[in-house]
């Protein structure tokens, strides 16, 4: 299995409808998650982080179940500006600081 | 005020080529990385720096060779570089927690 890994989609989603991807993790000592956005042809930047109670930010939920090993993107009310790729992000937080990050899942908003 | 600033953005060059990428942050963070990112958008650590002292180096070849002057700069030098080497490379900064990670904007690399 994977360290991280997530469906590379491209998800086709009409503006305006909601969307959700998820993220497993292999490793179940990893301590924080977080969801970073990359836009084409520039750097990844981090999007919010995944917290075990769940959290939201405006439009986009991220959730994270620890049982499963997964961690879940929500964006409700999609904008033509929300295309990117979703990068899922693991932090082990160990002695080697590993940070792993999957390989991205596009998605793609169509007016 | 640009936080992590790497130079040149564009860079191409001839097969068996040396080449340096320069990296500097502002951001006051102790750790510094450099990414690889491929043409199947994969983004793959390659070294993590923590206040100047090497704490990843992952499988990469020994070609690849990391310099961190001090904690703000962490340079990345390829020696006799091949066509496999193209790529984007990403330096990036962050607290030692690795939480927000903030990335440089990039350089292109295309060897020929």
């Known amino acids: 299995r994977k360290e991280v890994e997530q469906d590379p989609g491209p998800f086709n989603v009409p503006e305006g409808a909601t969307v959700a991807f998820n993220c497993t993790y292999s490793?179940?000592?990893?301590?924080?998650f977080f969801w970073y956005r990359q836009d084409c042809r520039k750097e990844p930047k981090l999007l919010m982080s995944v917290y075990s109670s769940g959290n939201e930010d405006g439009r986009f939920t991220a959730q994270l179940n620890r049982a499963s090993q997964y961690i879940s993107l929500l964006i409700r009310d999609s904008k033509l500006s929300d295309s990117a790729t979703y990068l899922c992000?693991?932090?082990?937080?160990?002695?080697?600081?590993?940070?792993?990050f999957g390989k991205g899942t596009r998605l793609h908003i169509l007016p | 005020d640009t936080a992590v600033s790497q130079t040149p953005k564009y860079l191409v060059t001839q097969m068996g080529n040396d080449k340096s990428i320069k990296c500097e942050q502002n951001?006051?963070?102790?750790?510094m990385y450099w990414y690889k990112q491929d043409s199947k958008k994969f983004l793959k650590i390659m070294f993590s720096y923590n206040n100047k002292e090497l704490i990843i180096n992952e499988t990469v070849p020994n070609r690849f060779s990391p310099k961190s002057p001090d904690k703000a700069h962490l340079n990345l030098h390829i020696n006799s570089l091949e066509l496999g080497d193209s790529a984007v490379y990403f330096c990036?900064?962050?607290?030692?927690?690795?939480?927000?990670?903030?990335f440089g904007e990039g350089s292109w690399l295309t060897v020929v």
């Open positions: 490793n179940s000592a990893s301590q924080s």
């Open positions: 990036a900064s962050s607290h030692r927690d690795g939480n927000t990670i903030y």
């Open positions: 951001l006051g963070h102790d750790t």
């Open positions: 992000v693991v932090n082990l937080m160990n002695r080697d600081d590993k940070i792993i």
